[in-house]
Structures are given as structure tokens and as C-alpha cells.
């Protein structure tokens, strides 16, 4: 059974910085992609960040230059550091994991983590 599981969310003062963790069991860590995701109220769900099993990594532009993503395939982990957070960063944040074999997709999302960001 897959199982991703956030940590790391809460409540910061703009400006402030948070680092995310999910750990990932069930799967072979090192040959899916990662990302994060996040959902503020009344809207959708946008992509944060994602790393690929090469390390790679891809950005939202409202996070480039604040955020980083990393991955330890050691840990089977997968971190968020974000850096000067703004207010409009407020949204329930979710790890995802991703791998294609013969075809087919398998995904995988861990229930979340709040971060909130006051003025």
C-alpha cells in the first residue's frame, strides 16, 4: 500500500519560511517523479513544484526564486523549502507521486499539509 505523508505545514508570518516533507513508503521511491500541489479555497488545485527521478526540477512561476524542491532517495523523501512566503502562498499542500511502466501511470497523493501565511 502506497502511503505519502506530509509534514512540515503551519502558520507564518509573511516572510517567513517553512520546509515540507513527505515520505513516501510502498513504492520504489527513486523511480517515480515528485511534486507538490497545492489548493487555496475556492480555487483550484496548481502545481507547486516537481523533480524528476533524474533531479530535475520545475517551478510555477509564482514560486521561482522562493521555493525549492529536493529529494533524499535515501529517506524515500521529498522536501518543499520556501523562503519569503507572501500571503497568496495560503493553501493546503500536497505531495505527489508519479511513475509510468509499460504504459501506464500510477499516481499518488498524500491527504496534505496547511500552510498559512498572515499578513
Known amino acids: 500500500q502506497v502511503q505519502l505523508v506530509e509534514s512540515g505545514g503551519g502558520l507564518v508570518q509573511a516572510g517567513g519560511s517553512l520546509r515540507l516533507s513527505c515520505a513516501a513508503s510502498?513504492?520504489?521511491?527513486?523511480?517515480?517523479?515528485m511534486g507538490w500541489y497545492r489548493q487555496a479555497p475556492g480555487k483550484q488545485r496548481e502545481l507547486v513544484a516537481t523533480?524528476?527521478?533524474?533531479?530535475?526540477?520545475n517551478y510555477a512561476d509564482s514560486v521561482k526564486g522562493r521555493f525549492t524542491i529536493s529529494r533524499d532517495n535515501a529517506k524515500n523523501t521529498v522536501y518543499l523549502q520556501m523562503n519569503s512566503l507572501k500571503p497568496e502562498d495560503t493553501a493546503v499542500y500536497s505531495c505527489?507521486?508519479?511513475?509510468?511502466?509499460?504504459?501506464?501511470?500510477?499516481?499518488?497523493w498524500g491527504q496534505g499539509t496547511q500552510v498559512t501565511v498572515s499578513s
Open positions: 505527489n507521486a508519479v511513475r509510468t511502466l509499460w504504459g501506464r501511470t500510477y499516481d499518488y
Open positions: 510502498g513504492l520504489i521511491f527513486s523511480r517515480n517523479a
Open positions: 523533480i524528476t527521478t533524474g533531479g530535475n526540477t
